[in-house]
C-alpha cells in the first residue's frame, strides 16, 4: 500500500519561511506527478503546485514567486519551501501522488494526511 507522510508544517509569522517535505513509501512503479493541495477553513481543497513527470512545475497564481516545488525522485520525496508567507497561506496542506503500483495496473492518487500551517503574528 502507498502512504505518504508530510512534515514541516507549524507556526510561522507573516513574511516568514517554512518549508514542507512529504516521503512516499511501499510498492510504486512509476509516478505521474507529486505535488501539493491545500484547504483553508470553509474554503475548498485547491492545487498549490504539482510536478508531472517529463512536464512542466504548476504554480497556482496565488504562491507563484513565492513558492518552490522540487522532488528527490531516489526518495520518493516531494518538497515545498513558501517563503514571504501571508495570512491567506493559513491552511491544512496535503501531499499527492499519481502513480502506478506495477506496469499494469492503472494509474491512482494517494493522499497524506495533511499538516498544520498557519501564518500569524
Known amino acids: 500500500q502507498v502512504q505518504l507522510v508530510e512534515s514541516g508544517g507549524g507556526l510561522v509569522q507573516p513574511g516568514g519561511s517554512l518549508g514542507l517535505s512529504c516521503a512516499a513509501s511501499?510498492?510504486?512503479?512509476?509516478?505521474?506527478?507529486m505535488g501539493w493541495y491545500r484547504q483553508a477553513p470553509g474554503k475548498q481543497r485547491e492545487l498549490v503546485s504539482t510536478?508531472?513527470?517529463?512536464?512542466?512545475?504548476y504554480y497556482a497564481d496565488s504562491v507563484k514567486g513565492r513558492f518552490t516545488i522540487s522532488r528527490d525522485n531516489a526518495k520518493n520525496t516531494v518538497y515545498l519551501q513558501m517563503s514571504s508567507l501571508k495570512p491567506m497561506d493559513t491552511a491544512v496542506y496535503y501531499c499527492?501522488?499519481?502513480?502506478?503500483?506495477?506496469?499494469?495496473?492503472?494509474?491512482?492518487?494517494?493522499w497524506g494526511r495533511g499538516t498544520q500551517v498557519t501564518v500569524s503574528s
Open positions: 511501499g510498492s510504486i512503479f512509476s509516478i505521474n506527478a
Open positions: 510536478m508531472p513527470t517529463g512536464s512542466s512545475t
Open positions: 499527492y501522488l499519481k502513480g502506478q503500483r506495477s506496469s499494469d495496473s492503472i494509474p491512482d492518487v494517494y
